[in-house]
């Protein structure tokens, strides 16, 4: 049977005030805390954001934001599994975590995360929740309401278009790059988190069968899914910088080793990071940004709520609030952030869509359709044995 | 007499009212964080930690650890590194003291070592990489020269034997023990033992090993400890100046402890004991090269050396 246009209503008029009166609780819980977001502090721009977010929160709902600057997300993993190890179930001193992949997938595993609490968000209704939709996935992982989506990221690449004319498009042509450029290639070792994206994105085009890669890395699969990786690698290796027996401890040692002109080619998981370098005067105005033909990994950054938190509602208000349309608005904008919005273009009203569209351009920002097509995350279990056996076969 | 005799007591009282609270505070401040902290960390690397669901009490941690791709090279490069670092810095220290110390007062020193002293480890490593890396400013003036328009393929920085880390670290330490060796030398009559070897024609460096550096020794030997202690578990600089794959064992396990397989906890944990077995046979080495010196510096001492070659600055005819 139909629902009756009657029905709809009724359930709207009971259940809005009912959503906003859980709301208005929260809202006036959270009056007066201090919300702890642990988040990586390795940008400038992001830690920037941060501190306007505390300041129009403490201005429009009495709620002020302190960054806990990380280096490595799971930091404040172990922080919090730390105080679960001494009993600490109440008054943590983590309230909110910028995370993703498989330190999410850590913490909901050990039910270390608050939740779910996504849904009870009033600005949740601008994301598209549908089952398999970005924002609910997350590597693969169902997100089930345990973490708050932020910011979209793109792996791309970097290069310096005055030393380089065309830039190789495919994992075999940027072999063949390397090969006539010995030394001007390297990627971060793969412990860090972008060096382990590149070993994926790499892995996408080369495995021969994509479908397992969204399943539980299994020792068959990996084996056969990761020999053309291997012997690309092998290939590659010896044209790295240093023949590929240093690598940069992170992006952002590649990135000033870009600009020393060690590298013609750096890498990112931020589409917006070489514009915003450039304005830094952290890259040559040349810079430009180009990814794989085939398309590239991409995902959504998302904000979580530890079990223990002592300011649970001002988090849950924080990540409300990062989801309002003119907070996306501000963010994607490249004096700001340059980070893609997360919400549904199509349930914006027009006032909000007219914002984004009125944001400035850069010559070093691609548009989100340059960027061709987001390839799905593997599973995160993939890219944990990655880095193993990348180690177990080049670290002697 | 009531008067004074109250006053005595309660002196007491208050020494051991005060002696009682810096004890509370050390016990408290120090000792049973670190011993809380050591044995999590043993549970750990015995395989507990029933927060991340690991219960199963075994050495299943240890042989993780033990088949690390490159922990053999870690462990290598952590040893000659630390050790490297420590042993150059002492001798750099001693060898500087001797040629210049009777030009230089203490305070005059102490002004020059400060800016050393006070510059961060870390910030003091990234200032090195500037001016060593191939892209950095030795690199730079010469470029010119050289028609250089790329920053040379060198391995300079981030080497993989680990000399850039040994050059960063020795930077940063021999102005500290030169400092605690200066010090120290308040404290002995240098002067008149040096009139004296000098008088039974001794050589200036002679006598700063003869008769000096065994007096000066006891004093430095705690600094000394934790220099030895310092270079053998340094994160911030071996990251910016050491090897990268594989790295020292301090990173490495910064990097275990950082991985997002929180499992990885316990192998680091395993590698936690590790390092500091590692430090412990640091300070084993070094007492042993002190029981070897204290032996040769006997026979030494008695056999006499340099008496029989009358040197010149004595101005005996030859």
């Known amino acids: 049977m139909r629902p009756t246009i009657p029905a709809i209503l009724l359930t709207t008029i009971f259940a809005l005030p009912a959503l906003a009166d859980d709301w208005q609780d929260t809202l006036d819980a959270a009056r007066g805390q201090t919300v702890y977001w642990n988040a990586w502090g390795g940008d400038e721009r992001t830690n920037a954001f941060i501190s306007w977010v505390n300041e129009e929160l403490s201005r429009r709902h009495d709620v002020s934001v302190r960054q806990v600057k990380l280096t490595d997300t799971a930091e404040a993993v172990t922080r919090v599994i730390s105080e679960k190890a001494a009993g600490k179930d109440r008054g943590g001193s983590v309230d909110l975590i910028w995370i993703n992949g498989p330190n999410f997938l850590a913490m909901k595993e050990q039910g270390l995360l608050h939740g779910p609490f996504v849904a009870d968000l009033p600005n949740a209704r601008y994301l598209d929740l549908s089952p398999g939709s970005a924002s609910s996935v997350d590597f693969t992982v169902p997100v089930e309401g345990m973490e708050s989506p932020w910011r979209l990221a793109r792996f791309v690449f970097n290069y310096d278009s005055a030393r380089i004319g065309e830039p190789p498009r495919t994992m075999a042509a940027l072999g063949d790059w390397a090969k006539a450029n010995p030394g001007r290639f390297t990627h971060p070792d793969p412990s860090n988190f972008i060096g382990a994206t590149f070993l994926k994105q790499a892995l996408i085009e080369l495995a021969p069968d994509k479908a397992v890669l969204q399943e539980p890395a299994s020792d068959a699969d990996f084996d056969a899914a990761t020999a053309p990786l291997w012997e690309w690698y092998d290939a590659l290796r010896p044209h790295l910088w240093r023949q590929g027996e240093a690598f940069p401890e992170n992006e952002f040692i590649q990135q000033q080793m870009m600009n020393d002109g060690v590298l013609d080619i750096s890498m990112s998981f931020d589409p917006a990071s070489a514009a915003a370098a450039i304005r830094q005067g952290l890259l040559p105005d040349s810079t430009r940004v180009f990814v794989p033909e085939g398309g590239s990994i991409g995902n959504v950054s998302f904000v979580a709520i530890p079990y223990n938190a002592a300011n649970r509602q001002g988090a849950e208000v924080v990540a409300n609030f990062l989801l309002a349309p003119h907070v996306q608005a501000h963010m994607q904008n490249i004096e700001v952030l340059g980070s893609f919005s997360v919400l549904d273009p199509s349930r914006l009203h027009a006032e909000a869509q007219a914002a984004f569209e009125a944001l400035p351009s850069d010559p070093a920002l691609p548009a989100l359709e340059d960027l061709g097509p987001t390839l799905l995350e593997p599973h995160a279990s993939w890219m944990d044995r990655l880095s193993e056996e990348w180690a177990r076969r080049y670290t002697r | 007499?009531?008067?004074?005799?109250?006053?005595?007591?309660?002196?007491?009282?208050?020494?051991?009212?005060?002696?009682?609270?810096?004890?509370?505070?050390?016990?408290?401040?120090?000792?049973?964080?670190?011993?809380?902290?050591?044995?999590?960390?043993?549970?750990?690397?015995?395989?507990?930690?029933?927060?991340?669901?690991?219960?199963?009490?075994?050495?299943?941690?240890?042989?993780?650890?033990?088949?690390?791709?490159?922990?053999a090279t870690s462990l290598r490069l952590s040893l000659v590194t630390g050790l490297g670092a420590s042993l150059l810095s002492l001798v750099l220290a001693i060898g500087f003291c001797a040629t210049v110390h009777d030009r230089m007062d203490r305070r005059s020193g102490g002004r020059m070592l400060a800016p050393f002293l006070a510059a961060p480890h870390a910030a003091m490593a990234i200032g090195l990489a500037f001016v060593l890396a191939p892209s950095g400013w030795v690199a730079r003036l010469l470029a010119p020269v050289l028609g250089l328009d790329q920053p040379p393929g060198l391995a300079i920085v981030n080497d993989p034997w680990g000399i850039a880390l040994i050059i960063g670290l020795t930077v940063k330490e021999m102005p500290f023990l030169l400092l605690v060796i200066l010090s120290a030398l308040t404290q002995i009559p240098v002067r008149v033992h040096m009139?004296?070897?000098?008088a039974l024609g001794y050589g200036r460096g002679i006598v700063w090993i003869k008769l000096i550096m065994p007096q000066v020794w006891p004093l430095?030997?705690?600094p000394v400890l934790v220099v030895i202690a310092y270079s053998l578990s340094v994160v911030d600089m071996a990251i910016i100046l050491g090897p990268s794959n594989p790295p020292t064992l301090a990173v490495l396990l910064t990097r275990l402890f950082s991985d997002p397989d929180i499992a990885m906890i316990l192998?680091?944990?395993?590698?936690?004991l590790v390092q500091a077995g590692m430090v412990m046979l640091g300070f084993a080495v070094l007492w042993g090269a002190e029981r070897l010196m204290r032996r040769i510096g006997f026979w030494w001492l008695r056999e006499g050396g340099a008496v029989h070659r009358p040197s010149r600055d004595c101005g005996l005819p030859r």
């Open chain 2, 195 to 198: 009139a004296a070897g000098r």
């Open chain 2, 267 to 272: 192998p680091a944990s395993a590698g936690g």
């Open chain 2, 1 to 71: 007499m009531g008067e004074a005799l109250h006053q005595v007591i309660r002196e007491t009282t208050d020494g051991r009212a005060l002696r009682m609270v810096v004890l509370a505070i050390v016990m408290l401040g120090l000792v049973i964080p670190i011993a809380a902290g050591f044995r999590e960390t043993g549970r750990a690397a015995f395989g507990v930690m029933p927060v991340i669901g690991a219960a199963e009490f075994g050495l299943a941690p240890w042989r993780h650890f033990l088949d690390l791709p490159g922990v």
């Open chain 2, 220 to 222: 430095i030997r705690l």
